[in-house]
């Protein structure tokens, strides 16, 4: 269409779009329209949510010295269950906005094609996206028109944070790790887990990770378990890092659903009724405000999911020192055994995230097929650079 022709698709420049792509945010929301609306305030980078990814390009499409739509995409080496060979270089696309006054004129589909031709010329085996479940438009234009296929669906986790005291069972010990005692046990125990990052030791050691923690019960004389490669093992323990997302990006909700609201209202009223009842209060997400990620969540004995629970709450009482931290958020495989454990609220949670996968080589057609037959329910990866 001639439309379309007028259009340049190109890579972001800094220096002239950034107040643009300001712009195009601002007017473009990320949820489902009918529901909610949450703004992301990327306190003047746009670039931030993959700039700490090891390659990463933006692109946009900019018309009549507009910016009208805009896609990122990042590109790093996990693991995949495809033996023999079980490592591949995989594209992350994220962030595909049009803005509302140009959409279904197929920009989407050519910034879409044009992040898979960057993939391709840095030799990407596979590109994925992820979406939620019920977005009807970003599945059928990347399922039914672009050729992916649904992957995987895993379940993000969301809790506000609660600011009551926290208080850990006594015969549970937590303890913080050093980067490289953290990387070992990375390597050790989830390098066999899907999508777990051939480069774990950036992320442990990026400003952005607070730290991983490990917690065990007492068994006797606990005093030499070390968690390192000569250290003792415990029967029963787990672990979890912490990612500070808000370093990079505040989030803002507009338009709550009544139940948040009614929610909102209904716990003040409650506690200055009865105050000894102590509910959480729903935290104000109508300011910007940040959250943690727990990344890298593990456990292994009879109870680590007790061990992940006080993990989880032990993350909250950190947060609660943080100035805007408002949520605890996770992304877990939909299967993981670990799941039933995470504090959540299902008002603010997705029960089921939408992966979606594309093979970029011929070689990967037929590995793609055994990839997306049947869904494991073993653990997901979830890499906190691609939150």
């Known amino acids: 269409m001639a439309f379309d022709e007028k259009i340049e698709i190109r890579s972001y420049n800094g ?4 107040v643009r792509m300001e712009d195009l945010e601002r007017r473009c929301e990320v949820g489902p329209a009918e529901h909610v609306f949450l703004f992301t305030d990327t306190m003047g980078d746009p670039i931030c949510r993959i700039r700490n990814s090891p390659m990463f390009n933006m692109l946009v499409a900019e018309l009549n010295n507009e910016i009208v739509g805009v896609i990122q995409g990042s590109i790093k080496v996990v693991t995949v269950q495809n033996p023999p060979k079980n490592l591949a270089k995989i594209g992350y696309i994220l962030g595909l906005r049009v ?3 140009h959409r279904r004129k197929g920009i989407g ?6 992040i898979e031709e960057w993939f391709i010329s840095n030799q990407v085996d596979y590109a994925y996206m992820a979406t939620e479940k019920d977005n009807a438009a970003s599945v059928k234009l990347f399922v039914n028109k672009l050729g992916y296929v649904k992957f995987r669906t ?16 006594s015969n549970v010990e937590i303890v913080k790790l050093k980067i490289d005692q953290a990387e070992l046990l990375y390597r050790n125990f989830m390098s066999s887990t899907e999508f777990f990052p051939h480069d774990m030791d950036k992320i442990l050691k990026n400003k952005l990770s607070l730290g991983t923690w490990v917690a ?5 004389d606990s005093s030499g378990y070390q968690f390192s490669e000569d250290g003792r093992i415990p029967n029963s323990w787990a672990m979890l890092s912490v990612w500070n997302s808000g370093e990079l990006f505040k989030l803002r909700i507009e338009k709550p659903p009544l139940s948040c609201f009614l929610h909102s209202k209904g716990t003040r009223v409650l506690n200055r009724v009865l105050p000894f009842i102590k509910v959480p209060l729903m935290p104000d997400f109508f300011n910007p405000f940040g959250f943690y990620f727990m990344y890298g969540l593990y456990g292994e004995g009879p109870s680590s999911g007790k061990l992940v629970k006080t993990l989880c709450k032990f993350v909250h009482s950190m947060a609660k020192e943080s100035r805007d931290c408002k949520i605890i958020v996770t992304e877990i495989g939909g299967g993981d055994k670990l799941k039933s454990y995470i504090p959540h609220w299902n008002l603010l949670s997705c029960p089921k995230d ?14 793609l097929q055994e990839l997306t037959k049947d869904s494991p329910t073993g653990a997901l990866f979830v890499d906190p650079r691609e939150v």
Do not use: M
């Open 99 to 101: 803005s509302p006054q």
């Open 15 to 18: 220096e002239i779009d950034r």
């Open 154 to 169: 895993p379940a993000i986790l969301v809790h506000p944070v609660d600011h009551r005291p926290f208080s850990g069972p």
């Open 109 to 114: 589909s050519r910034l879409v094609h044009h």
């Open 354 to 367: 939408l992966w979606c996968i594309k093979a970029l080589k011929n070689e990967g057609t037929n590995t």
């Open 216 to 220: 065990y019960l007492h068994e006797g």
